[in-house]
């Protein structure tokens, strides 16, 4: 069955540059989260998106954005990266805002140097 | 706020043995509760949850848990540890009736010896 691919799988970046991290979710799940794990941390919910709206936001910076677009898939805009932005990165998605389950991607790990 | 404190953040069994991983939450609603699970590089997959029908849930890979509200507590066990479920272990509790936000708990490292 299809899961929520992500990408990239990797990505280093120097501080004060930008990052885009994507994620595609499950086909036909409409509802997409991001979270955000530092080393040795549990993940922490950072925002979420219904129908291409924004449904929930979390502790996410304002340095941070996020979208949703009209097939789905997510885009997370991270700017003026700083070393404690380093950590893996989730999406999740799921079938509209009820309790059914969320399907994890495998993240993005970030390395801000 | 909903808060979730898993207790041991490390939890060593032999292969064979009862696996018990412990999760109490703080809500002032009915809780949703949820066991995650995380092999290395990987992503969360969800075990089990409870949404309010049977307390006693069964999940995946031999895996239950109770809720128990009089304790506040949503305790992960397994009759018999087997080598593949050495992984990070995550409670989490969800905030909200009508959203899937999660607040998590530590996590809790689970070791099978040999």
């Known amino acids: 069955a299809a899961g929520v691919i992500q990408s990239p799988r990797h990505l280093i970046k120097e501080k004060r540059e930008t990052a885009t991290l994507k994620c595609y979710p499950i086909?036909?799940?409409?509802?997409v989260y991001w979270y955000q794990q530092g080393p040795g941390q549990d993940p922490q919910f950072l925002i979420s998106?219904?129908?291409?709206?924004?449904?929930d936001k979390g502790s996410i910076p304002d340095r941070f954005s996020a979208q949703q677009f009209s097939d789905y898939h997510s885009e997370l805009n991270m700017s003026s990266l700083e070393l404690g932005d380093s950590a893996l990165y989730f999406c999740?998605?799921?079938?509209?805002?009820?309790?059914?389950?969320?399907?994890f991607g495998n993240g993005t790990r970030l390395t801000v140097t | 706020a909903q808060s979730v404190t898993q207790l041991g953040s490390h939890v060593s069994v032999s292969e064979g043995a009862l696996v018990l991983l412990r999760c109490n939450y703080s809500?002032?609603?009915?809780?949703?509760l949820f066991w995650y699970v995380q092999y290395p590089n990987q992503g969360l997959q969800l075990l089990l949850k409870?949404?309010?029908?049977?307390?006693l849930v069964k999940g995946i890979n031999g895996f239950e848990a109770e809720f128990k509200k009089s304790e506040t507590s949503f305790h992960l066990t397994k009759p018999s540890a087997h080598m593949s479920d050495a992984a990070e272990y995550f409670c989490?509790?969800?905030?909200?009736?009508?959203?899937?936000?999660?607040?998590f708990g530590q996590g809790t490292r689970l070791t099978i010896n040999p």
């Open positions: 086909p036909r799940h409409d509802t």
């Open positions: 409870y949404t309010s029908a049977a307390t």
């Open positions: 809500s002032s609603v009915p809780p949703y």
């Open positions: 989490a509790v969800s905030e909200k009736v009508e959203a899937q936000k999660l607040v």
């Open positions: 999740a998605s799921s079938l509209g805002t009820g309790h059914s389950p969320l399907h």
């Open positions: 998106f219904y129908e291409k709206m924004q449904s």
